[in-house]
């Protein structure tokens, strides 16, 4: 009788044991979920989630493919249902690409491929951003034009602001980049 207690006992505790642990599993998943907003692009697979603290400026540095435009701020992107992610490059038989220089702190903006843009000097900063009042990772230059950089990893890319000057891309976009 006294074995048969013991035995109710500890499979009472070793099953709380297993609940508990569960429900700690659970709650980590859901706070890593929250904050990313998930898409496809042509075919890829994109979670976009603002970066938490300071992006090295080295993961921007290289050549980046322009894949996707979401018309609307990451704010915006982040509560759409659905978000629609299309961009059709105006380059004939090439794509657009920007390319940063981290070294040299400077910058081309989006261009065809084939085509050479001037460099422009930037500085890439996390702190307030003047244009939006956001605690964010963001590139100056021109002396008070602004990007914001979402998130940088040795893949991808998010950027938000107005980087290309055409009229169906008027005002603060999400751009989303490749690795060249």
């Known amino acids: 009788m006294r074995n048969l207690a013991l035995s109710i006992t500890a499979l009472f505790i ?3 044991c297993v609940v508990s642990t569960a429900a700690k599993a659970v709650t980590t998943v859901a706070k890593v979920g929250v904050g990313v907003v998930k898409g496809t692009v042509k075919g890829i697979g994109w ?5 938490k603290g300071k992006i090295d400026e080295d993961k921007v540095d290289g ?13 915006s992107f982040a509560n759409d249902k659905n978000p629609e992610i299309a ?7 090439q794509f657009d690409l920007i390319e940063f220089n981290s070294k040299k702190s400077k910058f081309r903006p989006i261009h065809c491929n084939t085509s050479k843009e001037d460099w422009i000097k930037y500085k890439m900063q996390y702190g307030k951003n003047p244009q ?5 990772n963001y590139i100056e230059y021109n002396s008070n034009s602004y990007i914001s950089v979402i ?20 005002g603060t976009n999400l751009f989303l980049f490749e690795k060249k």
């Not at 939006?132 to 964010?136: D, P, S, T, V």
Request: hydrophobic share 30%; proline share 0%.
């Open 14 to 16: 070793l099953q709380s």
């Open 47 to 51: 979670a976009v989630g603002k970066a």
């Open 63 to 75: 050549k980046w493919k322009l894949v996707g435009i979401y018309k609307g701020n990451y704010e």
């Open 87 to 93: 961009y059709t490059s105006e380059c004939v038989d």
């Open 132 to 136: 939006n009042k956001e605690r964010e």
């Open 151 to 170: 998130d940088a990893t040795n893949k991808t890319m998010v950027l938000e602001g107005n980087l290309i000057n055409n009229s169906n891309y008027y």
